[in-house]
């Protein structure tokens, strides 16, 4: 597409073009399906020592967005493969980088998985293709309603326990799941503000194991967004347990403070209507905020025993002032 308009080493800017897949819809992830060749052209495969560990995704010419858990090893013997389809055979349209710096988020807690971001920046930058083009990223006022319809991509193991990865790009849709909901199904108190849910309550489609890092993406008009990272979940599509994904949105101005030339597409997502996750409650969770209604049902009871004492008193002088009398 623009690739033929644009110089070849010459990107046009990410903001702008970020998020557009030229490919129309066509998933292992669990449950999902093979995914067509350009769909999900950010996707990138995290390899150490040749060998595919972690997903990521392209957000420019340098940078790709991944876990923090996905790099605990020397940036030497990892590489990141851009326009892939298939893990083995040929990929025409592939690129391969090394890695010349990892940033991993200074509070990323590996014991409870709060903060599991990381940027690697490539040793040299990528041109765009059809294939190979970032992803807009979700801006810090985006909102994520229970239910809203989410992608994740990934060449992770398609059944919970297996070892063998898929061949080909596995593309899997979930909806969210709201933080009040996901923290009553895991613990209250696992599922940060940083963090964002996504999966089904009958279990069956879920990401797992070598999906960690890749992208988990929403639609807004042409453009993709991504919303998540995949980060950690109980086993994988098991009912009532869903899919932990870093909240991409909480990270704007750390990404932005590191990555500076060609700046990635910060996109605000906007989800309509009433948040179900807002009255969803169990034991343990902090009381739902109080809605407008109580508040003034509360405020008119107050100025109604503020009557009451006004009347009493009044009621009190009449009656002293006819013994008066
Ligand atoms: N931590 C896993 C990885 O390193 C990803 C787990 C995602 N699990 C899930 N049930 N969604 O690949």
Redesign the pocket.
């Known amino acids: 597409m623009f690739a033929a308009t644009a110089a070849a080493d010459e990107n046009p800017s990410s903001a702008i073009v970020c998020g557009k897949s030229p490919v129309a819809t066509g998933t292992r992830i669990?449950g999902g399906q093979n995914a067509s060749a350009g769909r999900w052209p950010w996707q990138a495969s995290l390899r150490q020592f040749g060998r595919h560990?972690?997903?990521a995704s392209l957000i420019n010419k340098d940078w790709v967005l991944c876990?923090a858990?996905?790099v605990g090893f020397p940036k030497i013997i990892l590489t990141v493969v851009l326009g892939q389809q298939t893990q083995q055979g040929s990929n025409p349209n592939e690129v391969s980088r090394s890695v010349k710096l990892i940033i991993k988020h200074p509070s990323y807690d590996p014991n409870t998985n709060d903060n599991d971001i990381a940027l690697l920046k490539l040793s040299s930058s990528v041109t765009f293709t059809d294939f190979i083009r970032p992803v807009c990223l979700a801006a810090d006022n985006s909102v994520f309603h229970s239910g809203t319809e989410s992608w994740?991509t990934?060449w992770?193991v398609t059944a919970?326990g297996e070892s063998l990865s898929p061949n080909i790009l596995q593309e899997v849709e979930v909806p969210v799941i709201g933080n009040r909901q996901c923290n009553c199904l895991y613990e209250v108190g696992t599922i940060t503000d940083n963090m964002i849910c996504a999966?089904l309550l009958e279990g069956g489609k879920?990401?797992?194991?070598?999906?960690?890092?890749g992208p988990m993406v929403n639609r807004q008009n042409t453009v993709w967004i991504q919303s998540g990272i995949?980060?950690?979940?109980?086993?994988?599509?098991?009912p009532n347990?869903?899919?932990?994904?870093t909240r991409v949105s909480r990270y704007q101005e750390w990404i932005s403070s590191h990555v500076c030339s060609d700046p990635p597409g910060f996109v605000q997502f906007i989800s309509t209507g009433a948040d179900s996750d807002n009255t969803y409650s169990c034991s343990g969770l902090p009381p739902l905020p109080t809605s407008t209604a109580s508040t003034s049902r509360t405020t008119s009871a107050r100025s109604s025993s503020k009557q009451n004492s006004i009347s009493y008193f009044l009621l009190l002088i009449a009656i002293l002032f006819s013994f008066h009398m």
Do not use: M
């Not at 347990?241 to 994904?245: A, C, E, K, N, R």
């Open positions: 669990v560990i972690c997903g876990a858990h996905c994740i990934g992770g919970e999966g879920d990401s797992c194991q070598g999906d960690s890092g995949v980060s950690f979940g109980k086993g994988c599509a098991r347990l869903p899919g932990v994904y």
